[in-house]
């Protein structure tokens, strides 16, 4: 099982980073604030976690069976 995602909307800035590189994971929603899309675990364990330490606002949550993973 792959790791799940989730977004801190309160912490979102929307700067579309996650979206850019990689639109089929990422999305904004109606607010414009980042939201992960089914199947955003395909992109695999090494890339998620990548994608988000380069979150400029760090809104971007990577959980590998409910813990969450340390992105330092």
Same mark, same amino acid.
């Given at each position: 099982? &792959?790791?799940e995602v989730r977004v801190d909307?309160?912490? $979102?800035?929307?700067?579309g980073k $996650?979206?850019?590189d990689a639109p089929a994971a990422f999305r904004f929603d109606d607010d414009e604030i980042?939201? %992960?899309?089914? &199947?955003?675990s395909?992109?695999?364990d090494d890339h998620l976690v990548e994608i988000?330490?380069? $979150? %400029?606002s760090g809104a971007i949550q990577v959980?590998?069976?409910g813990v969450e993973v340390t992105l330092d």
């Open positions: 099982m &792959g790791f909307k309160d912490v $979102c800035i929307s700067s $996650c979206v850019a980042a939201e %992960p899309v089914a &199947g955003v395909a992109l695999g988000a330490r380069s $979150c %400029p959980f590998d069976q």
